[in-house]
């Protein structure tokens, strides 16, 4: 009975003094997390360039169907490319933020948008294992597992990319 009087009156006590604090207006939520973005790219989906050449084999990272239909799901606009070609006239125009390739073909696709001086991402796909060891030089790297897709770094590079706009523009003016 008396612990059950003492928690009862410890209760009392925290009401009485902390009760005034907590009024139902939802400040205290922005206490927790000052530093969270709500809204800055839950609009924007970008837009992706997938290279998969025809000499790429079918096991891929890039070349994998489902990861292609996640990112579908996930609201990101893919255009599938195979030819270097039709790369060439894709990267110029300047509107894809992203392009997904394969380790081994990250040179060709990065000289390519370097030369067509655009703020598009070039970014390997590549499974944990092997290929994660040789792909540790690259600034954004894609990184898929059975369990995860990439979307926390396809998101970050869409954000830079962004910002790199957005600050050219400025300069420009």
Known sequence: ????????????G?????????????????????????????S?????IVFVPTSLPQSAAVNDARFQEALRKAGFKLRMVQEVAA???????????????????????QAQVSTAS????????????VELKSAARTPYLCVCSKNSSCFSSIEKAIE??????????????
């Open 44 to 48: 924007y989906h970008g837009s992706i």
């Open 87 to 109: 790369l060439d006239e894709a990267v110029p125009s300047g509107k894809y933020d992203i392009i997904l390739v394969d380790m081994q073909d990250v040179t060709i696709v």
């Open 160 to 173: 830079s990319k962004l910002k790199r706009d957005q600050h050219q523009r400025r300069a420009s003016n």
């Open 14 to 42: 925290f009401l009485v003094c902390f009760g005034p604090f907590a009024g139902a207006c939802g400040d205290k939520l922005l206490g927790l997390g000052r530093s969270v973005r709500f809204g800055d790219l839950s």
């Open 1 to 12: 009975m008396r612990k059950l009087l003492l928690s009862l009156l410890v209760f009392t």
């Open 118 to 129: 655009v703020n598009t991402v070039v970014m390997p796909v590549v499974y944990k294992g």
